[in-house]
């Protein structure tokens, strides 16, 4: 027993050891597993964020974090951490669009974010108001920090920046100050605010610091506030931290404020206007994030964004670089159109308003086409320019529409509409870089230059990387397909790993290169028949709406020669080459500035169609509205003949009558007509005589449609009738020069008609004591919302209105006609209406849409005789 004691004794010791150790080794490792509870002392909290995915069209969530210790140091360094939570307080700033809980708390989701952060006493301004250009939508709350003297006061600012609605007008209302005037206006509303929840929570003599951010619009306004606060007593800039996303320019003396850190997307179009040439910049420092366009290491840093953007949208990640490049055409044709913001503020602004206020494709014409009508905006100098920029327009319109483009091309089609137009400046876009990495020497980019190279000819077109890159980089032969290798002055180039992703497609005859100039690269061109192509390079810097189209090589190659275009880079410093070098073969060639317009638009927007902008707007009405037309006609068509078929069948017509197409195809015709005519009033009001010559074709095949029934069937109300319509005819042609006289000539021939319809049948007393109570309501409504007329024609209206009412009550009149006079009383009382107040696209149509119509069923008014058809004995007994 003794010896066995003495042998388990060891035994016990060895386990008590391994206890030991192994308690030491939880008590080393424990921090490390959980890293939860280390992250919560050192005081990172996780929040989320609810916002709207503008490329799918519902809302998200997404984990952001918050620390209390971020604002303890000096608003002046950049921290990445508080650049990724200020996204968050400006994206769950946004109205809700497809939450379903929008139409009862627009303002939940930044309310929720700044309730997990920590902040309380939550002020709410204009979120409760239907948002408007005079309404900036903002939550303030606070949080103390800390105690004694190192304790301070942060105060949280979210101003709404999407789902905004007409907020986003205030863009547009730019000014011609040094400040941008819309922005400056909402500023100075958020810096009251600010001031008034200080004093409302009774924190004037606190230690205060403020932490502001926004998106867009509210990045406008953020930028400006930023400098009031860090310049008013409360504040400096070591206590103001300003984050903007995709912020616009702002102003054109901007200060040095170390605290206000703007981070854009280089292609994204909002933070290019107001336009540098005007003058504008941004207050503080702008970080740009990589693009396709102008970083040759691109796809390297768009691994992980792609991942992240994928879990955030579900979507894979796509570039439109076509989409950047038509925003940039629209806008260097706008700044060539207004060269300064004080051409702009008197000549565009208000146009632009009401383009945004209406999103009415109509109205939004009809501004065009009243800016084009502008010969202060619209001069000698820069004419070409307008009507190239309209045409480039048309046929932007036009390749969406029909796909016939490469931005319909690169589209993603699983995206809404929005996500696609706007993905350049699109929050996910931000979102997925920002979480893309810590390191932010590998985020941020300064390079800023590329070049747009257009190839033109069946060639073959391979781009060659030098230095890093070197090798083979992309290769598109003419008929679309890539290559892997090439040979090139005795060299055989594989296709490079893990290489640049450069923009390079083939469209409609042409080679499209979009080539960062961070780098050196050789374009060989192939020729694969004996031809003169031609290459244009225009060189491009991201955030400037420059680039002039200046020079053409061409060169005369035979079939299986080359040549090659080079490309110098060192653009790292913003200072590098900024022309290419072409091979011996290249003969360089001026362009002039007549031909450098409607070059630009060969080559930014090739299309099927050479036609001029009016062209283009004119058949884009034209088309629908004749396949309207027909589509009506055979409905029409077809209901006649079904119905001429039932009575048939039923015994009330007899069956050897035939349908009559011809007063339903008059009558469609007419109106599809009119409503050509009337868009053409609308539209180009400067075309008279087309209108007028459209107005008497209308009058011609109407009266032609009375004749033809007049010749059958002869009476006095027929003839009343026509001389109706004669009259009728003039008074719609003279509507667009003088409308009272127009107003005159319908009265009278409404007069005249009544006539025509007492001597076909005497009407009652009750049928007149209708007709006066009803002209007098009329006469009320013409004098309360038209013009009080004192002369001949206020009578003669009345007048008119009171015989019309009182024949559409004669039982024994035509159906037909009785419409047909309602109608036109109608119709003078909306022309008397229109004329005394402002003219409007639908009101006008309906006043003349009501007075064709009538016109027709007058036309029609009149029964044909019908030509019977010979039938068996027996058939005509049945009948």
Request: proline share 3%; aromatic share 12%; with cysteine.
């Amino acid at each position: 027993m003794t010896v066995l004691r003495k042998k388990q004794l060891p035994i016990a010791k060895r386990w008590i050891s391994l206890l030991a150790v192994f308690l030491i080794f939880l008590g080393t490792v424990s921090p490390v597993v959980f890293a939860e509870d280390e992250s919560q002392e050192s005081g990172d909290i996780t929040v989320f964020a609810t916002f709207d995915v503008s490329a799918v069209g519902f809302s998200q969530t997404w984990p952001f974090t918050f620390n209390d210790n971020w604002f303890r140091g000096k608003a002046s360094r950049y921290d990445h951490d508080i650049a990724k939570a200020s996204l968050g307080m400006s994206m769950s700033a946004f109205r809700p669009t497809w939450d379903p809980d929008a139409a009862i708390d627009p303002s939940l989701h930044v309310r929720d974010y700044l309730l997990q952060c920590g902040f309380t006493s939550l002020r709410e301004d204009d979120y409760d108001k239907n948002p408007s250009l005079y309404t900036v939508s903002t939550m303030i709350g606070s949080k103390q920090i800390g105690e004694g003297k190192d304790g301070f006061t942060l105060l949280a600012v979210g101003i709404c920046g999407g789902g905004y609605a007409n907020e986003w007008l205030s863009n547009f209302t730019i000014g011609d100050e040094n400040v941008h005037a819309g922005f400056r206006s909402a500023a100075n509303e958020v810096y009251d605010r600010i001031f008034g929840y200080i004093a409302e929570q009774k924190l004037q003599g606190n230690k205060l610091k403020v932490w502001v951010s926004g998106w867009s619009r509210s990045g406008g306004i953020a930028n400006i506030l930023g400098t009031k606060l860090a310049d008013s007593d409360y504040f400096g800039t070591d206590d103001v931290f300003v984050y903007t996303f995709g912020c616009p320019m702002t102003t054109k003396e901007p200060g040095e404020y170390p605290n206000i850190f703007n981070i854009c997307g280089k292609m994204d179009p909002v933070p290019n206007v107001p336009f540098a040439d005007w003058g504008y910049k941004r207050n503080g420092t702008t970080l740009f994030l990589p693009s396709i366009q102008t970083d040759s290491d691109y796809a390297e840093k768009l691994v992980r964004a792609k991942e992240v953007y994928q879990a955030e949208s579900s979507l894979v990640h796509w570039d439109n670089v076509e989409w950047d490049t038509e925003s940039r055409v629209i806008m260097n044709y706008l700044l060539k159109i207004a060269p300064n913001s004080k051409v702009y503020t008197e000549h565009v602004q208000e146009h632009v308003i009401n383009i945004y206020e209406t999103k009415q494709p109509i109205i939004m014409m009809r501004e065009l086409f009243a800016m084009a009508n502008d010969e202060e905006l619209i001069n000698s100098e820069n004419r070409s320019e307008a009507n190239s920029f309209l045409t480039y327009l048309a046929y932007t319109l036009f390749g969406y529409t029909t796909g016939n483009d490469l931005a319909a091309k690169y589209s993603n089609k699983e995206a809404t509409l929005s996500g696609n137009l706007l993905h350049g400046h699109s929050p996910d876009v931000y979102l997925a870089w920002l979480f893309s990495t810590d390191d932010t020497s590998e985020l941020y980019s300064n390079k800023m230059r590329y070049m747009r190279v257009v190839i033109n000819g069946d060639v073959d077109v391979a781009i060659l990387g030098q230095g890093k890159y070197r090798g083979l980089v992309k290769m598109v032969r003419a008929d679309g397909s890539e290559g892997d290798s090439i040979v090139f002055e005795g060299n055989t180039y594989g296709k490079t790993e893990h290489g640049p992703d450069i923009f390079m497609d083939r469209s409609k005859g042409q080679t499209i290169i979009l080539l960062p100039k961070d780098q050196a690269y050789d374009i060989v061109v192939y020729s694969n028949k004996s031809q003169t192509i031609d290459v244009h390079a225009i060189a491009l810097e991201a955030g400037k709406t420059n680039g002039n189209f200046n020079k053409m090589h061409y060169a005369d190659l035979r079939a299986g020669q080359y040549d090659v275009v080079r490309s110098t880079g060192n653009d790292i410093d913003g200072e590098g080459y900024y022309d290419i070098e072409t091979g011996d073969t290249f003969d360089t060639v001026e362009i002039v500035n007549g031909t450098s317009q409607e070059l630009a638009i060969d080559l930014e927007r090739s299309n099927i169609l050479k036609l001029s902008w009016k062209q283009i707007v004119i058949l884009s009405y034209l088309i629908p509205t004749v396949l309207i037309s027909f589509l009506a006609m055979n409905i029409t068509w077809f209901i006649g003949k079904h119905r001429l078929k039932r009575k048939k069948k039923e015994g009330v017509v007899p069956s050897g009558v035939r349908y009559d197409g011809v007063p339903s195809a008059c009558i469609i015709t007419s109106l599809g007509l009119f409503f050509l005519q009337d868009i053409a009033y609308w539209l180009m009001p400067s075309y008279t005589l087309q209108r007028t010559l459209l107005k008497l074709v209308i009058g011609v095949m109407l009266s032609l449609l009375c004749i033809r029934g007049y010749r059958k069937q002869p009476s006095e109300l027929s003839k009343g009738i026509l001389a109706v319509l004669l009259i009728c005819i003039p008074a719609d042609i003279a509507f667009g020069y003088a409308p009272m006289v127009s107003i005159v000539l319908i009265s009278v021939a409404g007069i005249v008609l009544c006539w025509a319809f007492f001597r076909f049948e005497r009407q009652e007393l009750w049928q007149f004591l209708l007709g006066v109570v009803f002209s007098c309501l009329s006469g009320y409504v013409m004098m309360r919302f038209g013009t009080t007329v004192y002369s001949l024609q206020y009578p003669l209206m009345i007048a008119m209105v009171c015989l019309s009412f009182t024949v559409s009550l004669s039982l024994n009149m035509p159906k037909k006609l009785r419409w047909g006079t309602l109608l036109l009383s109608l119709a003078v009382v909306l022309m008397s209406i229109q004329t005394g107040t402002e003219m409007t696209f639908l009101g006008h149509l309906i006043a003349g849409l009501v007075f064709y119509i009538a016109l027709g069923l007058f036309a029609a008014g009149t029964k044909y005789k019908k030509i019977p058809v010979i039938q068996p004995a027996a058939a005509d007994a049945a009948v």
